[in-house]
Every structure is written in structure tokens, then in C-alpha cells.
């Protein structure tokens, strides 16, 4: 699968917005947004007004890079969220946040959405009792992922035994075990990351 591999710091710089791609370094002073605010390129930046269909395309692509995901499977994500009871906008989000690797970044066991994408890659967590290796899988309500025995020792999990105090409360996180227990589906109300729903719903509803 295609994989944007160039620098993530021009992709905030792009969006005039800091997206959190690298972990704790976006909340220093070595961000690339912090040290060069403005978007990549030799050209300055224009002025001209922005069109309707420019908010809901840059609205589309601060999402679709937050989550790290490309454009077919955005647009994927969407169409089941369509298809789905309830609001459109909302079901988005929620099949974006019930993703295995934003769970697992969510609940504190990763610095960024990248890294706890390589770490479920490199197979450390198991599903449920079975070892799953793919980011895009879709947790539901009761399932337990937790870290594989064999990769306990593993350093990069020091940030896990540490425990986090920004846990969403659709998730049950114990620290000691390494393992997260999906209290219920995230809703509407559960997500706050201050994105416009409404553009990139107008944008794929043109």
C-alpha cells in the first residue's frame, strides 16, 4: 500500500495547523510549524480569498493526514459512514477513532498515530486473546488488545506502564497489565479534534 514517506512536518506547514504527526517533538521548539509557519515551497503564500470548495478540501486533508490514512480509504470510511443511521459527519469520526491504531494511541501506548501504526505492524498487540497485525481494524465494544508477552520488555511501552491522564472515557486503560478494554463505541460527543464535520461532508457530497 502507497505510504506518504517525505517530511510530516511540511503536511502541518501545508495546513497552517499543527496535526501532532511526530509525538511529543510537535510540543517543542523543533516543530516545523513553530520554526518555519508558513507552507512549504519556494512560493510565497497567496492572498487571494479562499473558495468554499478550498475550506472543505483543506478541512478533508487536515482529517484525512491527522489519521493518517489516504484518500481511497477516507473516502471509504465515509461511504460506510453514509450508508449508517445517524448523522454522517459524526459516524465518520467514530469509524476513524475505533481504527486499532488510534486506539492504541489514544490510550496513551504511543507518542503519535505513526508509531503506534508501526508498533501494531511489527505485531506487539493481541486482539482479544489472538495476535492482529493490521491498523485498520475496527474495534467494537468489549474487545481487549493488549501487549503480546513477548514484547513487555519492550522499551518503547515505558510510556504505557506510565499511564496517561487524557484516556478518553470510552476506553479502559490498565497500565500494569498493558492492556485496553473498549468500554463502548465513541460517539459524536466522545470526539473533540476540532475539526468541521459539515466540509468534508459538503465536499463529498457535491
Given amino acids: 500500500m502507497a505510504r506518504y514517506k517525505d517530511a510530516v512536518c511540511r503536511l502541518c506547514r501545508r495546513e497552517g495547523v499543527k496535526l501532532f504527526l511526530k509525538g511529543d517533538r510537535c510540543y517543542s521548539a523543533k516543530c516545523g510549524l ?3 509557519n508558513g507552507p512549504p515551497g519556494p512560493n510565497k503564500p497567496s492572498r487571494r480569498r479562499v473558495s468554499e470548495y478550498g475550506l472543505q478540501l483543506r478541512e478533508k486533508q487536515k482529517a484525512r493526514r491527522s489519521y493518517g490514512v489516504l484518500e481511497k480509504q477516507f473516502h471509504g470510511y465515509f461511504v460506510e459512514a453514509e450508508r449508517r443511521r445517524g448523522v454522517t459527519g459524526d459516524n465518520l469520526f467514530t469509524l476513524l477513532e475505533s481504527r486499532f491504531d488510534n486506539v492504541v494511541y489514544r490510550a496513551g501506548f504511543a507518542a503519535s498515530r505513526a508509531q ?7 505485531g506487539h498487540f493481541t486482539l482479544n486473546g489472538k495476535k492482529a497485525n493490521i491498523p485498520s481494524i475496527l474495534v467494537k465494544a468489549g474487545d481487549i488488545i493488549a501487549v503480546r508477552e513477548t514484547s513487555r520488555s519492550v522499551e518503547c511501552f515505558g510510556r504505557a ?3 496517561s491522564n487524557t484516556v478518553p472515557t470510552w476506553l479502559s486503560v490498565a ?3 498493558l492492556a485496553i478494554t473498549i468500554v463502548r463505541v465513541p460517539t459524536g460527543e466522545d470526539i473533540d ?3 468541521e464535520k459539515q466540509l468534508i461532508v459538503e465536499l463529498y457530497s457535491r
Fill in 175 to 177: 497500565p500494569e497489565q
Fill in 193 to 195: 479534534n476540532g475539526f
Fill in 34 to 36: 513553530t520554526r518555519r
Fill in 161 to 163: 506502564r506510565e499511564g
Fill in 116 to 122: 503506534a501504526r508501526q508498533m501494531v505492524n511489527h
